[in-house]
């Protein structure tokens, strides 16, 4: 059996989540074995939409872990769980989408088990027959360069899949019924209350950067922070978000949150306008989740020109503000 | 306030990551080395940190001799003590790492207390095992939370911020704790020349420590295939705007 | 985005500061079927442009290079990409304030504003430099900072408005070579790269570090090697922010420390010539897509920066609190010889370099190239120190590149004196005498690959005959000796045995040889057999590009004989203007010819002992070749041509040699010739005191492509029939009237300084100036200053050579030569000899 450890902000279960599902499906296909997934903690509307959805997706079981200090997300108290149900139910892999917390939380299992864990691969392949050892081929460096790893032993193995390696799909045909849910005990120390989520703060609501379907990003080309007005107007205009390269920020133009990139925010949207951005790999590793790129730079030589699907050759200062004002007659059309 | 920040010495290369011929490392014939970027954000934060407690922050590195270098970096941003754990330089596994790490802290806290804070980066640079920190605590039994971009210290606990879709998480953990902190915590400082020059009387404590290999094993490395896209140019300067827009509309975000 | 062009009139590689500048000026020149290539992106591909330090101190003792960066200055002035901020050079020793005074000179010399100032003058132009440290300062108003990749962007966008193609991210594979048109030739045909292949007429590889590799496949070399140039951005400081500048204060070179200070709006960046040499393959520099920040800006070494932030803090405290944010070992081009690389390479025709070329220079330096492609020769300035072919073999592998940038990077900011020495790479060429040189204590100077005897200290004792002594001031006695005065006195008194192994020496032969040579000089070669011709070969503007002796040999034989500086240049001329119908042929003879120099008013007898030739001026007539029989006791006679000439002003013979048979003949004059006072005499006589005193031009002091033959006092009567390069501007030139400017020859009076001590001239650009201080230019801007500098120890006098306007160059006319900062009182002596003015000595 290959579990799945699902991602969930108290019952609502997150894009990893379905892409660890997504990427473990083909994962059990190769292992020839079921896919299962545990939901870990307390979930708004109880664990049922969670297994549901999670069986859209190809859980043929879902475990439900709840536990008193597994209010809210608690790296310490996940990890734990973790270790304490794999030693229970022996699954053959554990996966988990390689986001913030899927990597934390599975680091935690693997200190526990003292097992290794292979952060970000991008393909697994099970160990093949008598003496074999998993091998997997894994991102370093942003996803600049791939590793191919093997592991010691044919034991059970702990694994992240890259974010947005695969773009999550439900199974089709949809399932007929929801996956069996079945809970499972975890005997955790109060301790580990340690480590618990204390308070959120909402500094916006709306739309997130990596989660919006359009961003407007800005490089050094901006020149400015006010030079950003413009971008704000038109992701403003899309339902969408501004993003910059690492340049911006370290002029302190804007702030290191919309930084996207190695160090920063990696982005999948719809369509990625790039505009005054010449396109390094720090960037680049950060952007090329996006289904589509427009680049507008005065460079028609300029890396991120070369890399998008469309390019506008000119001053952004110029061509962003004409977007806007053609966006508006369009709409004001009657 | 006696804080430990543990470093990684990496290569600075540019877009294009050579590797060697055996497939084992990247080329750095020809590049520069540098402080792996959330831990020299850790580094910056453990110094301001100790501004502002009057504590000591001690960087603690595993690498060859040359990362020496990388602990007087540190020392010319103001850290205090410079620790390496000295190897041969070959890829270490996640594991290995952490347990000489652990061995290094123990013994450099038996020697001289607790720390009562460990920064760790959130991941390193080059090889992005995302684990070596939680491994370390866990050994130590102590608390760590990963993805901080925000640390106060409150009385004998920290208070650490951790950014979320739309907002941030709050952790509150007591001292001593860990903390795995990601770069836009804060905008490293630039050693000042005095400072460079000071930090070549950093006295660094060379430790010796082999932990044996871990269960993952290092094949080889390469260069994801590269994508070649053919682009369309739309037009130059502000007339292109309308074409522009035609793709915005047929892509249905209009 | 444009289709890739198949075929080009000229491909340009390299778009940093000098293709973009190039392909400007070659289209300010009528070009438009141009390509300009880079591998890289625009407008900053990742060269040394892209980092460079962006300022112009105008003042350098070269001429060829403080012109061209007064010229360059100028270019970035009127596209109004420059800005004047000053400059100072400051000296925290001695040695430098005197170097300061040199500086003066110079500045003085090239007509650029400069002031000495003390060190409270300095704080008040840059108030945060420590006075504690410092001597004085050497002020330059013009010193500029200019914008380099706009500069090259705009002279890009002249070139595309007229037709220049240009690619970007477009990597030259290969540059294809074809042989002929003669045998040995190459002829670039096209060059291969990742987008395409372009056939081409012409290439220019403007490639900076990379050029060589670029040289490299197509045969050639462009001897240069990249070398690092440490640099550290430093900042913010308040001080420097409040200017609201880019650039607010003068720029301070602390010359002493080999460091420069220069202000980047609110910070300041250190720059360092004082770290080891540090030196790459170009193999080993990165693409840009490889270098954490772009190809030339590789990572810093911090350890050898260090020494340079301690004395960075000592100049300017506010340093050392400021923040190194950005720091790199920064690459740039240096060559052999501390000169550029231009021209056509000698080894593929119509393959040009531009390269070694700083941004300093940049924009000058590309209207040379592109004036030379256009015209034959550059116009803008006499660039023989640039010309890439003056390269001989020995100078173009690696190890030399590597020694001798090593053995100048350092001085790049040095106290050098004119006739320093390298102390790597000696002894690469020498002659057959060599060890017999070294057995008399002979100390030699390298004439680009040559070892030549400037001296012998075997003669010493000549000293204390001629009563000679030191000079009083150590930067004037500085590779210096006065033996070479004593062997002067002796030649004229006895005779002296010259070696003059060094010589290059070519053959042209067959049918069309002497119509081929006659094409080439000046003067008709087309002589008698057994004659010879001194003769300057033109440029096409009818300047001088040759000044040497042709020699009738046989019918259809002509032998080329130049100086060593020169060899090179000479050869690629004649190579590169052979007919292509196989009616020339041309052979290189310098290895094995040999020739001595024997002149005195003995030299007829000490000849006579081993001779039975008749060498009396009618046996043997001045300019005259006698093939005759040596006899060195060998049993064996020893053949040898005899060339009656001087170039030291007393009778005598070039003997030119089988190269083997040289030691038995050396040994056998100086046997014979020590009951008639022979001695050994090194190049402090034959190169400059002997010359002098006959007031003899040589080519590259004297004679450069800016002048012309009546001008320099080399016009004969009459023009020849047959046609020569040059001739019709020469011709113009005689119509044109009497010269404007003449070549004199001056006396020094006083040789005493202000404080008393006697100074001597050396021949490095001293500005001539009138009787009240003003500065002599003529109406093409040329200068008068000296040109050549040395003792007259046989007419007891200092004696300077020079350009002056023809109403200045009247005999007795009392003017002032400028010498370290001082003005001494200089005469007139003539045009032509103040020794023997009759030749009386050499011709009867």
Partial sequence: MLLVVLEHDRGTLGEPAREALTFGRTLAAKMGVEMHAAVIGACAAGPGPVAEEAGAHGADRVYAVEHGVLSDFGPEAWGESIAQIVSVLGPRAVLACGSERGNEVMAQAAARLDWPFVANCTDVTPPAGEGGHWSMTRIQWGGSLLEDAILAAAGTALLTCGLHTVASAPVEPAPAAPPETQAVPVDLDAALARSVVKDRVVLEAGVTLPTAPVVVGGGRGVGSAEGFAPLEELAALLGGRVGCSRAVTNNGWRPHSDQVGQTGTRIAPEIYIASGISGAIQHWVGAMGSKHILAINIDPEANMVVKADWAVIGDLHQVIPAMNAEIRRRRDRP | MRILCCVKRVPAPGARINVTADGLAVDAAHLGFTTSPHEECGVEEAVQIAERTGGEVTVLTLGPAEAAEQLRYAASVGAHRGVLISTDGSASDPQRTARALTSAIQSLEADGGVFDLILFGNESADSGGFQVGVRVCHALGRPIVNGIKGIEIEGSGVRARREIDGGFEVYELDLPAALGVKEGINLPRYPTMRGRLASKKLEITTLELDAGAGDQALVRLHRPAETVSQTAILGDGPGAAPAAVDVLEELGVL | ?844
């Fill in chain 3, 1 to 844: 985005m444009s289709e890739f062009p198949a075929s080009a009139k000229c491909v340009v590689i390299g778009a940093g500061i000098v293709g973009n500048c190039l392909v400007g000026h070659l289209t300010k020149l009528g070009w438009n079927d141009l390509v300009l290539l880079d591998k890289g992106p625009l407008p900053n591909p990742g060269g040394s442009t892209g980092h460079a330090s962006n300022f112009i101190f105008p003042v350098d003792h070269n001429k060829e290079m403080c012109l061209l960066g007064v010229q360059s200055a100028n270019q970035y002035r009127d596209l109004d990409l420059s800005v004047d901020s000053g400059g100072i050079e400051v000296a925290r020793t001695q040695e430098r304030m005197d170097e300061l005074q040199r500086r003066m000179t110079s500045a003085t010399a090239w007509g650029v504003e400069a002031h000495l100032l003390t060190p409270e003058e300095v704080a008040e132009l840059v108030p945060f430099v420590n006075t504690e440290v410092i001597l004085g300062g050497f002020y330059c108003p013009t010193v500029s900072v200019v914008d380099s990749l706009e500069t090259g962007t705009v002279m890009r966008r002249l070139a595309t408005d007229n037709g220049c193609r240009v690619l970007a991210n477009t990597e030259v594979l290969d540059i294809v070579a074809e042989p002929g048109p003669n045998p040995g030739d190459h002829t670039v045909k096209a060059v291969v790269t990742d987008a395409g292949t372009i056939e081409t007429d012409y290439v220019v590889i403007a490639c900076g570090v990379w050029s060589n590799r670029l040289a490299n496949m197509a045969g050639a070399t462009i001897p240069l090697v990249p070398a690092v140039h440490q640099m550290a951005d430093v900042g913010p400081m308040d001080i420097l922010a409040e200017t609201g500048n880019e650039i607010g204060y003068p720029i301070v070179r602390d010359m002493d420390t080999f460091c420069y200070e220069r202000q980047t709006a609110g910070s300041m960046e250190v720059g360092s010539y004082a770290h080891r040499p540090i030196f790459h393959h170009p193999d080993e520099i990165p693409s840009n897509e490889e270098a954490a920040l772009s190809p030339t800006e590789m990572p810093f070494t911090p350890d050898d920066f260090d020494p340079q932030m301690e004395q960075a803090i000592e100049l300017m405290d506010m340093l050392g609190d400021a923040e190194i944010k950005y720091a790199i070992n920064g690459l740039l081009s240096l060559t052999p010889d501390a000169m550029p690389c231009l021209g056509e390479v000698p080894e593929v025709r119509n393959l040009w370099s531009a390269a070694a070329v700083w941004v300093k220079e940049g924009p000058g330096m590309a209207q040379v190239v592109a004036e030379w492609m256009t015209y034959g020769y550059p116009r803008v300035i006499d660039a023989h120190g640039a010309d890439i072919s003056r390269f001989y073999p020995e100078e173009r592998p690696d190890e030399h590149i590597w020694a001798r940038s090593a053995e100048h990077f350092n001085k790049t900011y040095g106290i050098v004196h004119p006739a320093e020495q390298w102390e790597s790479r000696r002894n690469l060429r020498v002659g057959p005498y060599f060890s017999r040189q070294q057995d008399l204590g002979a100390f030699f100077f390298q004439a680009r690959t040559w070892e030549r005897p400037q001296w012998f200290e075997s003669n010493a004792d000549l000293v204390e005959r001629y009563g000679l002594s030191e000079r009083e001031v150590e930067w004037d006695n500085r590779w210096w000796s006065p033996i070479t005065n004593a062997e002067h006195l002796n030649l004229r008194d006895n005779c002296g045995l010259v070696d003059l192994s060094a010589f290059q020496i070519y053959e042209l032969a067959g049918p069309g040889a002497v119509a081929f040579a006659d094409r080439l000089a000046v003067n008709k070669i087309d002589v008698p057999v057994g004659r010879s011709i001194y003769t300057p070969w033109l440029t096409p503007d009818g300047g001088f590009h040759s000044d040497l002796t042709m020699m009738r040999m046989g019918e259809e034989r002509v032998r080329i004989v130049t100086g060593v500086f020169d060899g090179g240049r000479d050869e690629f001329w004649v190579r590169r203007h052979m007919p292509t119908d196989g009616s020339v042929s041309f052979a290189n003879t310098t290895d094995d010819i040999t020739t001595l120099g024997l002149w005195g008013p003995n030299a007829p007898a000490v000849l006579g002992a081993v001779c039975e030739a008749d060498l009396s001026q009618a046996g043997s007539s001045y300019g005259s070749l006698v093939d005759v029989e040596l006899d060195c006791g060998t049993g064996r006679p020893v053949p040898a041509t005899l060339f009656r000439i001087s170039y030291v002003g007393d009778t005598g013979w070039e003997i030119y040699l089988a190269w083997d048979d040289g030691p038995a003949v050396w040994d056998t004059l100086m046997r014979i010739g020590a009951d008639y006072g022979l001695r050994p005499t090194g190049g402090g006589v034959y190169g400059t005191s002997g010359r002098l005193e006959k007031g003899y031009r040589l080519m590259g002091a004297e004679l450069e492509s800016e002048y012309n033959p009546l001008e320099a006092g080399l016009a004969r009567p009459r023009v020849k029939a047959a046609d020569f390069i040059g001739k019709e501007a020469y011709l113009a030139a005689r119509e044109a009237g009497g010269p404007e400017v003449q070549m004199c020859v001056l006396t020094v009076e006083d040789l005493h300084d202000a404080r008393g001590r006697k100074r001597y001239m050396q021949g490095g650009n001293e500005p001539i100036l009138t009787g009240d201080g003003g500065r002599i230019v003529d109406s093409h801007g040329r200068v008068s200053r000296v040109t050549t500098a040395g003792p007259g120890p046989s007419v007891g006098k200092h004696l300077l050579m020079g350009y002056l306007p023809s109403e200045l160059a009247a005999p007795r006319t009392e003017l002032q030569v400028m010498y370290m900062n001082e003005l001494f009182p200089v005469r007139v002596a003539g045009t032509g000899a103040v020794f023997d003015p009759d030749d009386a000595r050499m011709k009867s």
